[in-house]
Structure formats: C-alpha cells, structure tokens
C-alpha cells in the first residue's frame, strides 16, 4: 500500500494517472460514437435487405400474366400476406419509403407503412382481443415478440438480447398495367451486431493497452525529472561529477543547461575560495615565522611559552580552515579500493606509533572511492579516538549491498544533544575536546565532507558498552 501511495505521489504516477483517464475517457467516446454509427449502418442494411426483396417479389408479379398473377397472390410468398384494401397501417415507414423513392422504377408507386402484426402472423388473430391487437402494434410489442411468435408456427429465438425482432410492414404498390396490390410483409430474426462497449474482453484489452501505454509515456516524460533529480543529489556529493547529458525535448534541454551552468558557477565559486584561503595561508607563513623568531627573544619565559603556544594555534587554526575547503574541493578520481586493507593499514600506522588501535573485523568490500580522501576521513576519525578517548576499535561488516565501518573509542561519551552539533564548524566539547589535545573544531567537520563526497554518512552515537563511537555507512558499496 505504501508503494502504491508513493507511486501515486510521483511525477510518474500522476503523469500516469492523467493519461490513463484522458485516453480511456477518448476510446470509450470513440467507441460509442464507431458503435452508434455501426449500428445506424447495420439497421439501413436490413432496410436496403428489404428493399431488394420487396423489388424482386414487384417485379416479378409485374412480370407474370395476369391470370397467373392472382394465383401467386392467393398462394402468397414467405412472410407475405395479402392484406384487403382498406387496411391500414400504424404509422409511416419514413426510412423506407425513402429507399424505395431512391430506386425508381416500380417502386416509385410503392408506399410502406409500420403495420399491424397481426397482418404478418394471421396465426394468432385469433388469440388476441380488439385491445390486444392495439397493443400488437405498438412498438413496445417488439421487444416481447418471442412470446406472440412461440405460438405460431416460427421457433422462438434462443437469445432475445441479441435479436433484431421481425418488422412487420403493410406494403401498397400499384403494378405497370394499373393493377393495385396490398400486402403485408415481415422481415426475419437478425442477430444484433454486439457493442463493444458490452464487451468484457473488449474493454479488459483496451484497459490494459492504455495502461501500458499510459505507463509507458509517464515514465519516458518523468526520466529527465528523475535525472535532474539524481544530478542535483550527486552534485552535493560530488561538485566535479560529469555534467548532465543535454538531450531531449526543448525544455529539458533548457534545464539540463541551467544545471551544468549553475554547477560551473559552484565549482569556480569553490575553486576560488581553496585559492584564497590557500593564498592567505601561504602569505601568513611568512608573518608567523618572524612572530615565532621575535617570540623566542622574550626574556620571560612564562610569557614566551604562553605567547608560543597562541601562536601554534592560530596556525593549526588557519591549516584547519585550508584543509576544509580542499575537502570541498578534490578532483581526485574514483578507484577500486580494498576497504579492508585501507584500515588495516591505518591502524597500523597507529600501533608503530605506540598507539592503543585494534583493527577487529573486515568486511571484504571492494569499492569505488577515492584513496586520498578516505584515508583522511578514517585518519581523523581514528585520531580523534585516540587523542580524546586513549583508545581506537576499527570494525568493517557488509550486510546484502551495504557497507559499514565503526570507529570506537574508550572515552566518557559525548552528550546527546551534542552528538550532531560537534560536526558544525570550530564546535568543540569543554572538558574532553580542548587546545591541548589539538585540533581547531574542524577534525569532524572535514571528516564528514570527506564522508558525503565518498557517498557515505557520517554520525556519531554513545556506544551501550561506553565510549563514542564514530559510524560511516554506505547504502550501496
């Protein structure tokens, strides 16, 4: 259900949703309006279909002599009835008769009109009273005609919803030689041509095509969102990732422009930055040296030593700041990387140093990463524990396409609402981060860009057993 929602709540599932409706709603429209017209088309069929039988029984009765003729008449024909003179109809067959205008010929002095069907089945004139025969010949009565013909001689049709009943027309003509004719004559049972709108397989297959293609088409317009989208997530990762690919309809085109604009001005606008910070730094090598050669000529040493120890922290201080706009800053490229060999050798770097580090279990991850920058970020975690907790416990595991790395000191903790403010600039914790064990308030800060430009995150929690304990996680290795 949840999937369901976030689908919906897409740009896909709306663009979905739209099409799916729009398009539906115009095959169901199109659909009744081909039907409508299919079925005028079937019904002036069965019109023409009457017409031709009704010339071919004039023209043959104008073709015979007339002796033979009345004895053709008297004998009658299939589903024709020899009606008196004075019958009439129920009302005018409009259609009809104008079919038989457009022949010509003979069938220019015929007139047709809707009649009774008593006149077509004079089997059941007996079954029906003065009444029933008015109601006979209302056009309510076509739509029950199978139980008036079921006792006759015709058999019941075996579906009435698909039927045409039978029309039953009274027919006055007037033959070359002036001889006057009135008959009767019905039409046979006509399979109705089915809708397709009734049509359960009919509407299961064009709910599915416009599905599908509706699924189809939301997905092709929502793909450069989710790429601008997968870009901008990327970028605050990786400042020097490849710009994105400028294709497609004019205003993706435009977009994908803007991105790349807007990612050369970031990238000029840090570029500068490293440079001046790297500018300030090198220009202040100078000052600071002679500060420290005059320092050294203060007679009093208390004083010399306190003015020394300033003076080493305000270049820690301005090395910091430079480290953490080259952190920001690499174009270092990704490479296949042994994670485990990585730690390994970083905490034994820490142990030749006469450090308390333990390297307790690999993971077996090889990754794309940049060396440079991931040794750095495990370099100051592993410093950090050991300068303000004595201690450094280096663990990898892989769990499916996840990776992570814990770095454990045997210090008192942090506090909780501590725990994320630690990462923001020249934050440090009095009594267990100070001057004395070095470091400006940046170590994390560094650490945690390093951490977002590898594709990982950085946190720290308070392990259960003591100590803190530093947390890098990679969603996909």
């Not at 294709?247 to 604009?261: C, D, I, L, Q, T």
């Amino acid at each position: 259900m949840m999937r369901i929602r976030t689908f919906f709540a897409s740009m896909t599932g709306r663009v979905f949703v739209i099409l799916a409706l729009g398009v539906g709603a115009a095959a169901l429209i199109a659909v009744a309006i081909t039907d409508a017209k299919s079925q005028r088309d079937f019904e002036r069929q069965l019109v023409e279909r009457a017409v031709d039988r009704l010339q071919s029984y004039v023209e043959f009765l104008d073709a015979v002599p007339a002796n033979v003729r009345q004895l053709f008449l008297t004998t009658n024909g299939p589903g024709i009835h020899v009606q008196p003179a004075d019958a009439k109809g129920v009302r005018p067959d409009a259609a009809f008769q104008e079919s038989l205008r457009q022949r010509g010929g003979l069938l220019q002095n015929v007139s047709a009109e809707i009649g009774d069907y008593v006149m077509c089945y004079p089997e059941i004139r007996n079954l029906a009273s003065e009444d029933i025969r008015r109601a006979l010949a209302s056009e309510e009565f076509r739509k029950a005609l199978a139980r008036a013909t079921a006792q006759g001689n015709r058999p019941r049709p075996p579906n009435l919803v698909n039927m045409i009943p039978p029309v039953c027309r009274l027919i006055s003509a007037q033959l070359s030689d002036g001889t006057p004719l009135k008959f009767s004559m019905d039409t046979p049972w006509v399979q109705r041509e089915r809708g397709r709108l009734v049509n359960p397989a009919f509407l299961a297959m064009l709910a599915l095509a416009i599905g599908v293609i509706a699924y189809v088409v939301a997905r092709l317009a929502s793909a450069p969102l989710k790429r601008l989208a997968m870009a901008a997530a990327e970028l605050g990762q990786d400042l020097d990732r490849a710009p994105v690919d400028v294709s497609g309809p004019a205003e993706v085109r435009g977009a994908a422009e803007a991105f790349n604009a807007m990612q050369r001005r970031l990238q000029q606008h840090v570029s500068e930055r490293t440079n001046m910070l790297a500018a300030i730094t090198h220009d202040l090598q100078t000052p600071l040296t002679r500060l420290r050669l005059r320092l050294e000529k203060v007679e009093d040493e208390p004083l010399r030593e306190k003015l020394v120890a300033d003076l080493a922290a305000m270049k820690a201080l301005i090395d910091e700041g430079l480290e953490l706009a080259r952190s920001a800053e690499t174009s270092e490229p990704k490479v296949m990387l042994d994670l485990d060999s990585l730690l390994e050798s970083l905490v034994a770097d820490a142990v030749d140093a006469g450090e308390n580090a333990v390297f307790e279990q690999g993971s077996g991850a090889v990754m794309q990463l940049r060396p440079l920058a991931i040794g750095r970020l495990f370099s100051n975690l592993i410093d950090n524990a050991l300068k303000h907790g004595g201690s450094a416990r280096v663990s990898a595991a892989k769990s499916g396409g996840q990776v992570t790395v814990r770095v454990r000191d045997g210090g008192p903790g942090l506090p909780e609402e501590m725990l994320e403010k630690v990462f923001d600039p020249f934050v440090r914790v009095e009594g267990s981060r100070s001057r004395e064990t070095g470091g400006a308030g940046l170590g994390l800060t560094i650490a945690r860009t390093l951490a977002e430009k590898n594709g990982a995150r950085l946190t720290l929690r308070n392990h259960p057993e003591g100590g803190l304990e530093a947390v890098v996680h990679w969603d996909a290795a």
